[in-house]
Structures are given as structure tokens and as C-alpha cells.
């Protein structure tokens, strides 16, 4: 007993992507306000072992905050309740005693479930494969002071780039639409000189690659931006539709 | 006496890359598309490898056992890279990068190794830039540098606080862009569990599918390991939840000798553990020792808040000590003074294990800068705290959050807490200047291996070398085993070596799904950390390090008869994965100590208490140690140990001095 938190906890439990999932109730005690989110549930797995039932399955990994693997949806809102937190750095002196928290992995046709709240984000790997880089190989570059860039176009691809991949907007959105994490990239890319030449083709073949995974129409209702831990804007959209549209209205 | 050859090429220091380079093997543009290269780890090394050799046109596998290869641990590294490109006209230069680095691994790493890793460090920030990583820049639209510990000069890019993860982003780049032109295969969640040698030669790995369980054969020309340090032998480290000794060590086992397995880098500014329940520890990056000042009440037990104690009353104790380089004195050194505070009675907070990181008179510093720069006059002291504050979160704004997130401490009003934590891993899989290990075919960059850093690393210096290992150095190196294989054919899977190696692996997941003990893999995990931490940490003596082999040989015993590992192998199993982890860290953990016992001298972050001088600095004994201790594995708990000479043709080795 390290605290004096007693918690209900409803956790979505399925075995793979085969069965069907449901609701499975547990009750932790004791638990510090000093604690992640995540030791919290480090707590409750550890006394799922020693009772010898199956521990919940979960994706984490660099526990600060950065890697992006982390992808709870708690209490209706991806990675909690703290704006521009992640999972592994909420912590419980964010919850109050007696609370129920119900805890989910992502819900998207493009995200499948694998088991318990770990969820399959592969296809964000194959939008980025479509197109989110500047074709340069190794030894090509020339010298990095010869490309002077105004601090603020650097400073504004630098905030687009600091995306996590971790898929909160499309948990996130009404209709699973990854157009958060798409335009994020294109963004970044396109504020950059050394990403103005492949700028048309980059646009419409990962656009093209995100339709294909399945992920949702953007309605512009915000809540990706709301959501999003790293304050990813929702200007990066409006971006990368201008980016878009003029690709399409040029292409040949 | 020794089976190790360096291979070092022959000439003058500065030339000795340029001429190899240029001499090495080639292999022709159709001969790379029948070689496989299996690369293990999609880190900054293995991420960078990856794209540049699927680049030259070698066909490539890529595994990693997180979802992606964006997660990898080379993400979450926040300060910065350095580059010897003397943008600053402040007098750096190769050599001057190159004297760093060897001084501040206190004089315990290869000279051949470290003058590439300096040569080649310009290329990679032109790189990392072509391929659009957004680098700070100043107004002129030039880059930005900043200063780092254990250096006078200032050659760290960065980008803010998230300089690892803008630098993996774009190799990851890179390394999409090939998977999907079809030039690399990607295996996400996928775990290595051996080497496959035949006839001496690394010819593949045995992975496991983590989501359907199934064991896997995968043949390649070659076998890159790229998989990052074993701090997490330690159970509490800055490493993610994940990162593992057991590609490395499965090699170590297959012949690949394990170099200075007891050189670990305690990384001074960590966020102090809160309980029992700490599950990882948190850094806070080192380029905040250029703006924050780290002191200790004067009076010990001092009950007063840090706002409420004066000027006069307080320690500085880096800036007492080490006036020359103040509180950019390397880690190692900042490490242990913070210890021998906290030990003396001067430590802060509930644990009294921490020290103050304070960032109140830079916040006037700067308040005042950006007053002159805007043309204002008379302001108030709140308004150039206003102002400062806004140019430290514009610095270090991400790692504040973090730290208020964490502690729920707000470190624009009160000082930091800090207490040093395992972060880095100097030792490694031994290799040659090809960065290829013991075992023919099989190499070993970035962290995983042990030659850059010495016995202690400087800051920024771990993405310096996992990129250069990658981009500019693994490429041209491979070439000189590659040339030679270009007639041997796609071994078939199906041959015994492949059937035998993923048997063992398959009988070692049937023994430990079959113990059904009582007790969880992290209850052992943790008892090793402890062990480790007391006896192998930031301080270790001769008795403590017998104690710790005899302690982790029981421990070992009892995880075997008694580790409980719930649910099925055919099926995602987290549990079981740590427990094979947690297996192989049992078995580092011995060996970190004997090589820790065998060193008599200190050194870096080895630091024997015997062997200190008279002001507590650690004491090296370069007549009788100046050499890499590479360790053969023989059988459990037999190692033998090879000497590989440290020669310093360039350098005056002397007695590392920061004061």
C-alpha cells in the first residue's frame, strides 16, 4: 500500500482479433497519487499473475512520454483526462478516490484490435512509406548552413514534426480519420525548402495511401486537435488541403 | 595471448579513414541484390543502416519488437548531437571533437575509432538536415549550437528538447522510403532470440512473431545488431520498458565476445525516484546544466524550502569543485559529486536523495537580454521574470511539462529535483574497426557495441555514433566481408544449422512457460536492479562485487524454479517476453560484476572505491589497464577474458582534469 486511492476499473478485455472483447471489472487499492497511469495498471497486472489470471495487454514503452506507443482511451478521451499529456505521463493525483475509470483501446476499422488494449497501427507506417519523406540518399547532402531557413518556417515544422504517431486523433475522431497525423507530415515537409520538390507528388500519394487503410473523411469537428498530446495543430489540415487540391489540379 | 584483431588500418591518424575508405572492397551494383543483410533494431543505427544500405541496393530485413519502427528507444533522447562543423568559430575541429571524446571516456577507447566517429559527425548533421529534420535556427537562419558536458566549445545541434526523436524521424524516413519501394522488408513486433551461425559464420537470426508466437528463420548474408544498451539490467533506468540485453547477449553466447561489460553511464539529472512502485526513471536532458545551476543547502538536514534558503547559505558544489568547466563537468563527475553530497547529508527533498537544479538566475539573465533586445526600459523585476520564463520554455519548454507532469512540481517557480539514474551503456559487443564482432558476418553499431565512448560518454555523443555507425561508416565497412560472399548462395532455412537454432529457442520458451512458479518476472527484475545498483552502480568495491556474483547466481537458481509466466506462447504474451529478457539480464548481471571486479583501477563510470586519489577523483592505472576487456563466453558463469591494448600514438594520456 503506497497510497490511499481505491479505484473500480472497467477494462476492455479480448483475446485476439478473432473473439469478440468485453467489459471486465477489477478493483485496485492502495494506489499512490504519485503513480502513472500505467504503474497503476503495472499494480493491478502484478496481482493478476499472482491470482494466476492473464494479465491485460497493453502497448508502452519509453514511459516519458515520446515514443508514441502508449494508447489508452480513458473515460471516453484518448490518453485521458489532461490536455497534451500522454497515457504513460498521466498521473493518478489526476483521479479521485472511489472513481470508476473505464479503460479502452483505440476504436478504428484501420486500427484493429490484437489483444486486449493493444491495437495494430501498421497503417501509419505504410502512409509514411507512401510518401512522407525528401528523397535523399546517404552522402548527397550538401553543407547544412549553405540552406539558410527562417527561424519561424523552421520553428512551424518543427512543431508539425513533433507528432508521436501514437493515434490518438483518430481514436479521437467521430470518424476515424487520420488526417491529424497525415497533414502533420506533410506540413513539416512542406514548410521546409528541401522538401519543395517532391511537394505535389508527396501530397497525393499519402492522402491516396490513407484512403486506402480505410481511415475515416475529416468533418472538421476538432477533436483530434483537442486530444492530440503534442498539440498538433488542426492548421496542419487546412495545409495540407491547399497542399493537396493544388497537387490534384496540376498533376498530368 | 589474444584472438583480437582490431583491425585498424595502417597510416597517420587523420588519414587512416580517408585511405581505408578508398581502399575497401567494393561490391558491384548487380552483386548487392542477391546479398541479404538481416538488420536486428531500428534505432538511429539500425534505422540509418537500413536505408543506406537498401540505398546501395543490398536486400534488407529490418526487425524490431515494438509496433513500429518509430518507437525505438533513440526517440526519447532529448539534448542534442554534436558535430564537429565549428560554425561558431570557437575554435572546434575534428581533433578537438576527437580529444574530447577520448579524454572524457577517461582514455579507455579505441583512437582509431573515435578520429572517424569526429570526421564523420559533419556529414551527418548535412544529412539529417537534407532530409528536412528541423534543427533550431537563429534569426539569421543559420543553425543553432549549444554546450555540452565535457566540452568548452559549442558544437550540439539540437531540436528543443526532442533532438532524438527529430533525428530518428528522419532515418525512419529514410528507412519507409525504402520498405516501400520495396527495398526492405519490415518486421514489426518481432523479436530476435538467436544468431545463426554456419561454419563459423553468421547467417541469419531466429525471431519470434510476437503477435502470433510462432518462431521464424530468417537467412541473411549478414546480421546487424543494432540494439541499443543493457541499462535495464538495472530495473530502474532511463531506458524504455522494453529495451533488452538479449540479441546482444544470444550473440555473446554464439561467440561474439562482450567488451567492458561494467563501463554504465549514471546520468546525473534524473527525476528522483518517488516509491516502490517506479516502474522507470525519467531524465532531464543535460543541456539544462547551460542555463541551470545545481546546488546543496550548506547545512545538512537543512529543513527550509529552496526559495527560502539565501544566496550565501548554498553549495554550488560543480562550481566549488570544477571551476574550469563548472556544471558541465561530465557526467560521470557530476554523478558521483551529486552522491557524495546526498551520502555526506546534504541531499534535498522527502528521500534526501536529490540535489537542486536551479534555473532562477538564468531566468533573470535572459529576462534581462530580451528587455535590452525589445528596447525596453525600466521594467519591473516581475516583467523580466516574464520575460525569462518565456526564453526557458521557449529552450527547454518540453522538459519542464515533463518534469511538472511527473512531480507535480512547477520548475519555473522552485528549483528541480534531481538525483543521478542508469542511462547509457559503454561496454558492448566487442568489434573491429568494421564494426564487425568476433562472429564473421556479424556486426554490432551504435550502442550495442562498446568502441567510441571509452568508460564514460559524453553528452550528445550517442546519436553522433549510432548515425555515423549507420549512415557513413557501416556502409563503406560492410564492403570488406560482402566482396568476399558474393558467391555464396540464399542459404536454404530448412538446413540443420536454422532447425537446430530455432529448437533451442523453442525448448528455452517451453522451460520457462512450464516453471508455473509463484512469483512474477518483475519480482526478479527488480531483485536483480537492486543488486546491481548497490553493488555495481555508481560506486563498487571488491567485497560488494563477490557479494553481487554470489547473490545473482542464487537469484538466477530461484527465477528458474520459480518465475510464473500466465498465458499461452502462440499468442501475444508480454509477460513471457520480459521473462526471456529478464533471463539473459541474470546472466549479464554476473558478468558485469566480474568485470568490474577484474578492473582494478576506477575509471569513468567505473568507479572501485579503492582506487580514488585524495580529493575522491577516480584513479586509473593505465600501466596495467589501459585495454578493452573483451570476454569470451564459455559456459554458465565461465568467461574468458582477451586483452585488446590501447594504444595512444596521438594523445597525451593524463590524469582527467575538469578544474
Redesign the interface.
Same mark, same amino acid.
Given at each position: 500500500m503506497?497510497g490511499n486511492l481505491n479505484l473500480t476499473l472497467k477494462i476492455w478485455r479480448q483475446?485476439?482479433a478473432q473473439t469478440a472483447g468485453k467489459f471486465e471489472t477489477y478493483q485496485v487499492s492502495g494506489i499512490?497519487e504519485?503513480?502513472?497511469f500505467?504503474?497503476m495498471i503495472?499494480?493491478l497486472n502484478?496481482r493478476?499473475?499472482?491470482e494466476?489470471?492473464?494479465?491485460v495487454?497493453f502497448?508502452?514503452?519509453?514511459?516519458?512520454?515520446?515514443?508514441?506507443?502508449c494508447s489508452m482511451y480513458i473515460n471516453g478521451r484518448p490518453h485521458g483526462p489532461n490536455k497534451?499529456?500522454t497515457t504513460c505521463?498521466l498521473?493518478m493525483?489526476s483521479f479521485q478516490d472511489g472513481q470508476t475509470i473505464t479503460i479502452e483501446p483505440w476504436r478504428a476499422e484501420a486500427f484493429p484490435v490484437?489483444?486486449d488494449l493493444?491495437v $495494430?497501427?501498421?497503417a501509419?507506417?505504410?502512409i509514411? @512509406?507512401?510518401?512522407? !519523406?525528401?528523397?535523399?540518399?546517404?552522402?548527397?547532402?550538401?553543407?547544412? $548552413?549553405s540552406?539558410?531557413?527562417?527561424?519561424d518556417h @523552421?520553428?512551424d515544422? !518543427?512543431a508539425a514534426?513533433?507528432c508521436?504517431?501514437c493515434g490518438a486523433c483518430v481514436a479521437a475522431c467521430k470518424n476515424a480519420s487520420a488526417m491529424l497525423f497525415t497533414s502533420a507530415k506533410i506540413s513539416?515537409?512542406a514548410l521546409?525548402p528541401?522538401?519543395q520538390a517532391e511537394r505535389a507528388k508527396r501530397a497525393e500519394a499519402m492522402v491516396a495511401q490513407m484512403d486506402e487503410e480505410g481511415f475515416g473523411a475529416c468533418s472538421n469537428t476538432g477533436a483530434c486537435e483537442a486530444e492530440c498530446p503534442k498539440g498538433i495543430s488542426l492548421e496542419n489540415i487546412a495545409r495540407m488541403n491547399r497542399e493537396y487540391f493544388s497537387a490534384v489540379f496540376t498533376s498530368k | 595471448m589474444t584472438k583480437l584483431d582490431a583491425k585498424i588500418p595502417e597510416g597517420s591518424l587523420a588519414e587512416k579513414w580517408t585511405k581505408y575508405r578508398s581502399s575497401v572492397s567494393l561490391v558491384n551494383p548487380a552483386n548487392k541484390r542477391n546479398l541479404e543483410v538481416v538488420i536486428v533494431g531500428s534505432g538511429l543505427a539500425g534505422a540509418s543502416a537500413a536505408a543506406s544500405l537498401a540505398e546501395l541496393g543490398y536486400k534488407v530485413k529490418v526487425f524490431c519488437f515494438q509496433d513500429s519502427p518509430r518507437r525505438a528507444h533513440s526517440i526519447a533522447a532529448q539534448g542534442g548531437i554534436n558535430a564537429a562543423k565549428n560554425y561558431q568559430n570557437d575554435g572546434d575541429s575534428i581533433f578537438r571533437l576527437f580529444y574530447d571524446t577520448i579524454k572524457g571516456g577517461d582514455y579507455r577507447a579505441r583512437e582509431a575509432n573515435v578520429h572517424r566517429l569526429a570526421e564523420v559527425s559533419g556529414n551527418i548533421i548535412d544529412q539529417c538536415v537534407a532530409q528536412g529534420v528541423p534543427f533550431a535556427r537563429e534569426y539569421g537562419g543559420l543553425l543553432s549550437n549549444r554546450s555540452f558536458g565535457g566540452t568548452q566549445v559549442q558544437r550540439t545541434f539540437y531540436a528543443a528538447g526532442q533532438t532524438g526523436q527529430q533525428l530518428l524521424l528522419g532515418a525512419y524516413s529514410a528507412l519507409q522510403r525504402q520498405v516501400g519501394m520495396g527495398n526492405v522488408q519490415l518486421y514489426a513486433r518481432h523479436e530476435m532470440l538467436d544468431v545463426v551461425v554456419v561454419d563459423g559464420k553468421a547467417r541469419g537470426i531466429i525471431a519470434r512473431n510476437l503477435v502470433s508466437g510462432e518462431l521464424e528463420r530468417h537467412f541473411g548474408h549478414a546480421v546487424l545488431l543494432c540494439t541499443g544498451g543493457y541499462g535495464n539490467v538495472f530495473y530502474l533506468s532511463t531506458n524504455a520498458m522494453g529495451s533488452n540485453v538479449t540479441a546482444a547477449w544470444k550473440a555473446h553466447k554464439k561467440g561474439a565476445f562482450f567488451a567492458n561489460p561494467c563501463y554504465t553511464q549514471i546520468h546525473p539529472t534524473c527525476i528522483p525516484v518517488s516509491g516502490d512502485h517506479q516502474s522507470k526513471l525519467t531524465l532531464m536532458s543535460e543541456s539544462l546544466r547551460n542555463d541551470g545551476r545545481i546546488w546543496v543547502p550548506k547545512k545538512k538536514d537543512d529543513p527550509r524550502k529552496a526559495n527560502e534558503i539565501p544566496e550565501d547559505e548554498r553549495d554550488y558544489y560543480l562550481e566549488r569543485r570544477y571551476p574550469a568547466f563548472g556544471n558541465l563537468v561530465p557526467r560521470d563527475i557530476a554523478s558521483r559529486a551529486a552522491k557524495e553530497r546526498c551520502d555526506a547529508g546534504y541531499g534535498v527533498g522527502a528521500s534526501k536523495m536529490a540535489v537542486y537544479l536551479d534555473f532562477a538566475a538564468a531566468i533573470i539573465r535572459y529576462g534581462k537580454a530580451e528587455a535590452n533586445k525589445r528596447n525596453l526600459h525600466q521594467v519591473s523585476d516581475e516583467e523580466i521574470q516574464a520575460l525569462g520564463k518565456e526564453v526557458v520554455k521557449e529552450k527547454y519548454g518540453n522538459l519542464f511539462d515533463m518534469y511538472k507532469q511527473i512531480t507535480g512540481e512547477d520548475p519555473y517557480e522552485q528549483p528541480m529535483r534531481i538525483y543521478p539514474a542508469v542511462h547509457y551503456t559503454m561496454g558492448g559487443l566487442w568489434v573491429d574497426y568494421n564494426l564487425m564482432t568476433t562472429v564473421p558476418g556479424l556486426y554490432a553499431l551504435g550502442e550495442a557495441n562498446f568502441s567510441d565512448h571509452g568508460a564514460n560518454r559524453l553528452g550528445a555523443s550517442a546519436l553522433m555514433q549510432g548515425l555515423a555507425d549507420g549512415y557513413f561508416v557501416i556502409p563503406y565497412t560492410i564492403g570488406a566481408y560482402l566482396a568476399s560472399e558474393i558467391r555464396t548462395p540464399a542459404l536454404s532455412t530448412d538446413s540443420e544449422a536454422f532447425v537446430n537454432a530455432e529448437k533451442a529457442v523453442q525448448e528455452q520458451i517451453d522451460k520457462l512457460m512450464s516453471i508455473k512458479g509463484t512469483k512474477s518476472v518483475d519480482y526478479f527484475h527488480k531483485k536483480l536492479g537492486l543488486i546491481m545498483w548497490n553493488k555495481c552502480g555508481m560506486a563498487r568495491n571488491e567485497e560488494g562485487l563477490k557479494m553481487a556474483i554470489a547473490e545473482i547466481q542464487e537469484l538466477r537458481k530461484e527465477f528458474w524454479s520459480d518465475v510464473r509466466i500466465p498465458g499461452e506462447a502462440n499468442n501475444l504474451n508480454p509477460e513471457l517476453e520480459k521473462a526471456g529478457r529478464v533471463a539473459d539480464f541474470l546472466e549479464l548481471g554476473e558478468l558485469m560484476c566480474k568485470d568490474a571486479l577484474e578492473r582494478n583501477e576506477s575509471c569513468g563510470g567505473h568507479f572501485r572505491e579503492e582506487y580514488q586519489t585524495e580529493d575522491g577523483e577516480a584513479l586509473r592505472d593505465d600501466e596495467n589497464f589501459a585495454y578493452v576487456a573483451a570476454w569470451e563466453y564459455l559456459s554458465e558463469s565461465k568467461f574468458e577474458l582477451h586483452k585488446e591494448e590501447l594504444k595512444f600514438e596521438n594523445i597525451k594520456i593524463a590524469q582527467r582534469s575538469y578544474k
Open positions: 503506497e483475446k485476439n499512490s504519485d503513480m502513472s500505467l504503474e503495472d499494480v502484478n493478476l499473475i499472482e494466476g489470471d492473464d494479465p495487454a502497448d508502452h514503452d519509453c514511459r516519458e512520454g515520446i515514443c508514441g506507443m497534451g499529456v505521463q498521473h493525483r490484437i489483444k493493444v $495494430n497501427r501498421s501509419f507506417d505504410r509514411i @512509406a507512401a510518401g512522407g !519523406f525528401i528523397s535523399v540518399n546517404t552522402g548527397n547532402a550538401q553543407d547544412a $548552413n540552406l539558410p531557413i527562417p527561424k @523552421a520553428d515544422a !518543427f514534426a513533433a508521436i504517431g513539416q515537409l521546409l528541401q522538401g | -
